[in-house]
DNA sequence: CCCCTAATTGAACATGGTTTTCATTTAGTA
DNA sequence: TACTAAATGAAAACCATGTTCAATTAGGGG
């Protein structure tokens, strides 16, 4: 289980003035301790071993806000839910398992050839996009045979 | 307006033996004829003009349909919400305008690259992509001024 | 260390998009 | 034209997410 850095992510909280809550501990928790992606429901149950008594609602506002700042990534699943996954600065995408849904970070795209082709068939100016990978992790290929 | 094959779109369906009824030929129209993206309730608003009787119900009926067989690609928003647009055959993805909503398809993604690479770091054996280019259609950008 | 207050919380309720149910209608075939 | 499986629509159910508001609490100032 990959575990990433929950101090770093109480630091970015308190960096924008943002009360560290027992709430948000639990949540922070959730997230830095694991290693796929994880819906909002999902989420708040794991972070009621710490937290007994938080409730969706708190966990939905958590997840606004570790997205506005940058420490998390919201991932468009294909029947329109969202679920969510730890994020490092700076631009990256992810790459989902479709076995067991794990996530894993990767940066490195570069789709300037693309969007150069595009925007001058077009004449759209492009301002972003939005990219996923989908496939099958280690463990669910082995599991496969 | 862009007007894509309303014909091809009715044989589709025939080939795969879904019944022609007037509700989904009144949906085919609309899909036909637009040139932004739509959502369900829209389709459906605009399909009344030849099948005043048209529910929601089977609005989302035909649009499974027709995603399933291929005529249509769901374009997720990035509030979480869904919308359609014809779909070409082959493999493409959408540049869509985030002034308006128009949306235009592309092709010629090249990600083999990229796609390869993150393979060979990550163990994972990628099976798909998900691609969205978001930005601004040129009617858009002089509106801006 | 304790106050104070603005920030935060959770239960209940509201919302909006989508799906299910089921009795009725209809397209396509014989 | 008669038959039947497929398709339909109104209503209700569903589910993820947002809003409200009275009660609680984190954390800075005294
Ligand atoms: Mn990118
Ligand atoms: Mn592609
Ligand atoms: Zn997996
Ligand atoms: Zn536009």
Redesign the interface.
Known sequence: MRVIDLEGLEQQLKAHSYKLTRQRRAVLRVLATTDGRLDAARICEDARAECPEIGLTTVYRTLDILADIGALRRL?LPD???SYAPASPGHRHH?I??GCGRA?E?E???LT???D???S??????????????????EC?SKRK
């Open positions: 468009h329109g839910c969202h790459l398992c479709v894993v990767f490195g795209c570069d050839a693309l969007v082709s595009v925007a068939k077009t004449g759209f100016e492009v301002e972003g996009h939005w990219l996923q990978l989908m496939g099958r992790c280690p290929q």
